[in-house]
Structures are given as structure tokens and as C-alpha cells.
């Protein structure tokens, strides 16, 4: 197995939509597919990637906006994964008419996610990552880690020298840091950090250098 991930910088706000895929199989899932579907597509299709999966950190719009599209090039359509305290959120098209947009509604999800459990490239495929159960952000966030290139796709959990928002419904500041906590600082400090915004970071960086983290260590 020879895992590669890309990243793409889409949307108006903007967003981070991975990809991430094995060079061997080219069996490839994408992370938070935002806007501008059509990018996302192509770029699979010029690595010579097969879609077999779409995969939510969670259900905000922002990171939701191309599932639809996304699912619905493909026959059958692609399965969806989701942790279900966040359905509230996906099945009102992630919020966008809070902020007055809209965006297409997908299909109810497939994918169950759940803490702990080990997801492949294509159903039934071999472990790549392992789902955290990342909540404070949104109440159903996850996060995806993949040890196999030292990397934790972590949403909007944690950004560089920053945190989530904990504003919107189902937001906490203190659940947030306790997330954190556990399960982003009990990794490796050069654990790649690939967020929903901005530039990748470590989990090092992070514990030395984010302000609204000092003096949060490990449990």
C-alpha cells in the first residue's frame, strides 16, 4: 500500500477538500467535499483515482456542499459516512440557510461512523484510518487518523494557532478542549494536522505554539 493524500483549497470561506488514495490500488475516498465538485472530480480522475467513498469530519455546509454532486456521479451512487449526532445538521443542507445559501441536499447517510472504527479505502477494504469522536465543534464531529502517513484529518476541531468556533448549535468551548485533549494531543508530536481551513500544522507545533492551548496537555 503506497497512501497519498491531496488537498485542494475550495469555495468562497475557503475550504480544505481531501483526497486520499493508494497509488497501488487507486482505490481513493474524499474528506469534506465543499464546493466546486467539479475540481474534486477531475483532480481524482487526472491522478487516475477511483472514488469509492465520501467521508465527513461533519455537517456543516461548508464541508458538506458537494457531497451531493459528488455521490451522484457515480453509479451507484457513493456511499456517504457520518457520525449520527450530527444528522440534525446534514439533513437541512448543513445550515446554509442560516448564513442564506443553499446547497444540494444528499442522500441520507450510509456510512455510520462511530469512535474507534477502522475504515478502508472501498468497502471491506483494508484499515487505512481510524474515526475519533471528536465533539465541541459540532456535537457529531470526527476526526480521521491515519497512522500509515502520520496524519489526522481533524475538521474544524483545530486549526494552526487556532481552535473550532463552538457559536453554532451543538458548539461547546469546554467539550472542545476536552476533545483536544484527548484525542489530538495524545498523538505523536509530529503528527500531521490537516484541517478544514488554512495551512497544515503538527500536533507539536500546536502544543507549543497555540494560544488558546497552553497548558493543555496530554490525559
Same mark, same amino acid.
Given at each position: 500500500?503506497?497512501?497519498?493524500?491531496?488537498?485542494?483549497? !475550495?469555495?468562497?470561506?475557503?475550504?480544505?477538500?481531501?483526497?486520499?488514495?493508494?497509488?497501488?490500488?487507486?482505490?481513493?475516498? /474524499?474528506?469534506?467535499?465543499?464546493?466546486?465538485?467539479? /475540481?474534486?472530480?477531475?483532480?481524482?480522475?487526472?491522478?487516475?483515482?477511483?472514488?469509492?467513498?465520501i467521508w465527513l469530519t461533519h455537517a456543516h455546509f461548508d464541508h458538506m456542499a458537494g457531497a451531493a454532486d459528488i455521490a451522484n456521479a457515480f453509479d451507484p451512487s457513493l456511499p456517504i459516512?457520518?457520525?449520527?449526532?450530527?444528522?440534525?445538521?446534514?439533513?437541512?443542507?448543513?445550515?446554509?440557510?442560516?448564513?442564506?445559501?443553499?446547497?444540494?441536499?444528499?442522500?441520507?447517510?450510509?456510512?455510520?461512523?462511530?469512535?474507534?472504527?477502522?475504515?478502508?479505502?472501498?468497502?471491506?477494504?483494508?484499515?487505512? /484510518?481510524?474515526?475519533?469522536?471528536?465533539?465541541?465543534?459540532?456535537?457529531?464531529?470526527?476526526?480521521?487518523?491515519?497512522?500509515?502517513?502520520?496524519? !489526522?484529518?481533524?475538521?474544524?476541531?483545530?486549526?494552526?494557532?487556532?481552535?473550532?468556533?463552538?457559536? !453554532?448549535?451543538?458548539?461547546?468551548?469546554?467539550? !472542545?478542549?476536552?476533545?483536544?485533549?484527548?484525542? /489530538?494531543?495524545?498523538?505523536?508530536?509530529?503528527?500531521?494536522?490537516?484541517?478544514?481551513?488554512?495551512?497544515?500544522?503538527?500536533?507539536?507545533?500546536?502544543?507549543?505554539?497555540?494560544?488558546?492551548?497552553?497548558?493543555?496537555?496530554?490525559?
Amino acid at each position: 500500500m503506497n497512501l497519498k493524500f491531496y488537498r485542494m483549497t !475550495l469555495g468562497p470561506l475557503p475550504n480544505n477538500v481531501y483526497l486520499l488514495g493508494d497509488q497501488d490500488t487507486g482505490d481513493a475516498v /474524499v474528506i469534506d467535499p465543499g464546493f466546486e465538485s467539479q /475540481v474534486v472530480l477531475r483532480k481524482a480522475q487526472d491522478l487516475g483515482w477511483q472514488l469509492n467513498q465520501i467521508w465527513l469530519t461533519h455537517a456543516h455546509f461548508d464541508h458538506m456542499a458537494g457531497a451531493a454532486d459528488i455521490a451522484n456521479a457515480f453509479d451507484p451512487s457513493l456511499p456517504i459516512g457520518l457520525h449520527p449526532a450530527d444528522l440534525d445538521w446534514y439533513e437541512n443542507e448543513g445550515g446554509a440557510g442560516r448564513f442564506g445559501m443553499s446547497i444540494p441536499q444528499p442522500a441520507s447517510p450510509s456510512l455510520i461512523l462511530e469512535n474507534g472504527m477502522s475504515l478502508g479505502l472501498k468497502t471491506g477494504g483494508t484499515p487505512v /484510518v481510524s474515526v475519533r469522536f471528536a465533539p465541541g465543534h459540532s456535537a457529531g464531529h470526527v476526526m480521521f487518523y491515519c497512522q500509515g502517513i502520520k496524519a !489526522l484529518f481533524c475538521g474544524d476541531v483545530i486549526f494552526r494557532e487556532s481552535i473550532g468556533r463552538t457559536d !453554532l448549535p451543538g458548539g461547546e468551548m469546554q467539550t !472542545l478542549l476536552e476533545t483536544i485533549q484527548q484525542q /489530538v494531543f495524545s498523538l505523536p508530536d509530529e503528527t500531521r494536522l490537516l484541517s478544514g481551513h488554512g495551512p497544515e500544522s503538527t500536533v507539536g507545533y500546536e502544543r507549543a505554539h497555540n494560544p488558546f492551548l497552553q497548558g493543555l496537555g496530554p490525559i
